[in-house]
């Protein structure tokens, strides 16, 4: 039937599943309980239980064997598991098993008393640590672990009870929930559209984590008292739900020339920023989140905001390059060094900054002599020498950041670095404190060398690189 929709009635709804769609905190097919243990009988107590057996069996024999019986016992075995992942397996087991030692063990007897086992369906999702209002075994009644029959274990107590799909009436039941909706976040900074939308006025999600099912938490009880008071209610935690579309990320570019601004999307209401840089000492970020280059710093950092909210702390990161381009190399080539016409190498801006969207050209910003360009994509050139010998491959950054054409010059056909000072070495950061790193242009990945800066003297530093050659 749904909620109601006649004389303006607002519908709202409360789900205790987490917002940031948190599981249980274990995967599919966990074991859940298992109980073992066993009660031995003597020989007197052993005939009564014949005549318990006998009655159970309607076989008279059963109660002469009780005489010839020296002892007995009783052994329980039962194990819960939680659901597969759209599997048939045993999910219940319990059996109860009578052991006889008939003439002092010469001959032995058993059946089972009671073996009971429950496999679950293979379209079944594994909906026990799925998001959702959990049901914890713990806050129904105190779980004997110690029984003198059993021995209990219980891994894991809690599951879930009411998963968060239904709790909000996704799709209103006319639509087909898969695995995708039960994982997803439904959060009210992005609620879910049409057909698989929430069809109330307002819902409210448990933040972080998943609470008891039916429960009023701090949270949830402030939410609906406001809607009461008749002003919408609006809470979230969005921006702390790690590995989601809705946590808080920074905007701005990966490329700071002179200065930038960054900014953070999905900011929570009434949080507070705070700004960091890895290094002070070239790119200092003030507390409006405008990054400036100091002293003439070329290399990378890190800008960190501190996010502080009505929920908790998170912090979000992006890493950026501080200054003008340093020089072009080749990487992915399967023979680091060598060149030929036979193949296609990719050029880059170096050094590449790892973990960002830095794009310093554009296809048109290339050129090449000795061959010719083959593609491009997200800042890299493809490339098809045509001739042995030199060639050089040049590029202009985009935006330049005050530095002219780079380019870089490779020896066609015959492998390595061409003699002199036509392969070029960089190094970065300048300036620097623990460490410089000093990489062959050509050869990526290859040529680098890291020097750690241990000596304390400051000033000016001369690198010579020397290139030994190979005797053949």
Known sequence: MGPPRLWGIRTLAIANGSECATGQGYGPYTQMMTGNGSVD???????LLSVWETALTQNPLKYFEGYLTTSSNFSVTTEIRSLPDQQSQRIFYFDLYYHKNILGGLIQSGSDVRNFSFNSQASMFPLDNYPGGIFDVRNFAQIPTNISLINLSLPTTRFNFIPTTSSLDIGSGSQTIGSADLLRTYSPTAPPVAPKNVPYNNFFTNPLSNENHATLTINNAKWLWQEMQGTPAF?????????TNLVSTINGSSLLCNSTSFSINNLPSNATITWSSSNINGLTINSS??????NNYNGPATVTATISGSCDNTSAQKTVWVGPALGIENFENSIPGYFSTS??????????VPNST???????NWSVTGGMVVGGDSGELWVQFTTNGYATVTATPDPPCGAGPLSLTVLVGQGGCPDGDICPNIVYPNPASDELTVLTAAIAGRGATHITLRDPTTGRW??????Q????
């Open 41 to 47: 009988f003597g020989y007197f107590s052993s005939i």
């Open 358 to 364: 830095l794009k310093y050209f554009s296809s048109n």
């Open 235 to 243: 809470f979230s935690c969005s921006y702390s739900c790690a590995g």
């Open 469 to 472: 050659k190979k005797n053949k």
């Open 289 to 294: 989140g405008v990054g400036v280059r100091a």
């Open 462 to 467: 001369c690198i010579h690189r020397v290139q």
């Open 343 to 352: 193949d296609t190498y990719k050029f880059r801006i170096a050094p590449a």
